[in-house]
């Protein structure tokens, strides 16, 4: 089984620079289907108005966090489901148990390479992109 | 004058060395031989105060901030890498853009060597994270530091680093991008001299 090559996803961070690499590498997995936010409140407000399979975002951000994303994500009815995997330079032992309490779906530590964000996708669908 | 700490007469740092001094005036006009490491102990206090206060008005020169200065170069160094950044990846994806015109071997190698172009470009994004932090640090500290210049009250006297003269004077390092000069302005007055 592998996975739907037109599936939507949504990338999030505040860093323009970071959203162009991230774009560039899902490209190179063949996942082309991409739409960007900046931080939280603008990536909440495109997930409550399109339909997405995939949220890939950074933790810190303002004026929403990636976690307070994730928080919102998972408590509303409609987005609870949608993958969600933290791309981040936040490390530290408590954000990644933070994360997964909040219901990530996987965590990424920034710097990052390809393999490592396709290993990632893979595991969270559970299939060989 | 009144004493520091009576009634109606704040204690502060900037008349202290004021009032030490009175002090040992005071001291010097008694007769005793008791007063002499009581004089020494209070000159010491303060000449340390006097001191303190001189390199603390250091930090606030005239005309300039140092710290200040500095959280505005660590701002245009994460803007700079930014930029840097950016061009990078511009370049980047010009070369992936010819791979159908080239073989599938050599397709494949610089799909590789611009994946790692890709990957190793995130470090404008670690080391600005990093740099947000120093800055954050560095205006806490200026925080602090003003509200002890305050304290202190303005320091006697000229104060802070010696005014660099001649061509000394012209050693600034690049430009931050608001105070710089761009090459129009510089053709413009190289034109008008």
New interface residues.
């Given amino acids: 089984m592998t996975l739907d090559k037109k599936m939507r996803i949504l990338i999030v961070?505040d860093?323009?620079?970071?959203l162009?690499?991230l774009r560039?590498?899902l490209r190179?997995l063949d996942l082309n289907n991409v739409d960007e936010a900046q931080n939280g409140e603008e990536a909440l407000f495109k997930l409550r108005k399109e339909t997405f399979d995939l949220v890939i975002s950074d933790w810190?951000m303002q004026p929403m966090t990636g976690i307070d994303l994730l928080r919102q994500v998972r408590t509303d009815l409609k987005l609870k489901r949608i993958p969600f995997i933290m791309v981040t330079?936040e490390s530290k032992t408590e954000n990644v148990i933070v994360a997964k309490q909040a219901g990530v779906s996987n965590y990424i530590v920034?710097?990052?390479?390809?393999e490592t964000l396709r290993m990632k996708i893979e595991s969270v669908f559970k299939v060989a992109v | 004058m009144g004493n520091p700490g009576e009634q109606g007469v704040p204690l502060q740092l900037n008349n202290a060395h004021g009032y030490l001094d009175r002090v040992i005036r005071e001291l010097h006009a008694m007769r005793t031989e008791k007063k002499h490491p009581l004089v020494g102990v209070l000159q010491y206090l303060s000449d340390h105060i006097r001191h303190t206060r001189t390199e603390l008005g250091a930090l606030r020169p005239r005309g300039g901030d140092i710290l200040s200065t500095t959280a505005d170069e660590l701002e245009e160094i994460v803007a700079e890498t930014g930029r840097a950044a950016n061009e990078i990846m511009g370049a980047a994806e010009a070369i992936e853009q010819l791979m159908p015109r080239v073989g599938k071997d050599v397709a494949v190698e610089l799909l590789a060597a611009v994946t790692r172009i890709y990957e190793a470009s995130a470090f404008q994004d670690i080391t600005g994270q990093r740099i947000t932090k120093i800055i954050r640090a560095v205006q806490d500290i200026e925080d602090k530091i003003d509200t002890l210049v305050g304290a202190c009250g303005e320091p006697d006297g000229e104060t802070g680093a010696p005014e660099r003269c001649g061509d000394e004077a012209l050693l600034n390092g690049p430009q931050l991008a608001k105070a710089a000069n761009t090459q129009d302005d510089i053709d413009a007055l190289f034109d008008s001299l």
């Fill in positions: 961070d860093y323009t620079t970071m162009r690499i560039n590498l190179q810190n330079a920034k710097p990052f390479n390809a």
